[in-house]
């Protein structure tokens, strides 16, 4: 049987804290965080970005020309924040406006597939 080690996981996640990502979260379908790091000051809204991605999975808005969509990237007045499913849990990261899409983009695909396969092994 396999268990989380959270400083381990919050530290992958605290990885990705950097050029204008100020919050990276693991949470389960309900929203509630398994693991996050967040830079001191600011107030991710995860639960809110887990029920937008579980909403339209469950839509079957999803499916994009047959095949399931691997995320959500989603911009906002005040920054940006991309979604998507990390094994059976959602991943959310949170950039300023001035991110660029392909950094915040490729952040997100990496760092959910270092984070894929030790999640998959609690399922």
Request: overall charge positive; proline content about 3%.
């Amino acid at each position: 049987m396999s268990i989380l080690k959270p400083l381990a996981l919050q530290k992958a996640l605290g990885q990705g804290n950097t050029g204008g990502i100020y919050a990276s979260l693991l949470l389960n379908h309900s929203g509630c965080p398994i693991a996050q790091a967040i830079i001191e000051g600011e107030k991710p809204a995860g639960s809110i970005a887990t029920h937008i991605w579980k909403t339209h999975c469950h839509s079957g808005d999803a499916m994009k020309g047959g095949e399931l969509m691997e995320y959500m990237l989603i911009e906002c007045e005040k920054g940006k924040v991309i979604v998507g499913g990390a094994a059976q849990y959602v991943l959310c990261l949170f950039a300023r406006v001035n991110v660029e899409s392909g950094i915040l983009t490729t952040k997100f695909t990496v760092l959910r597939d270092f984070l894929k396969p030790a999640l998959k092994s609690l399922m």
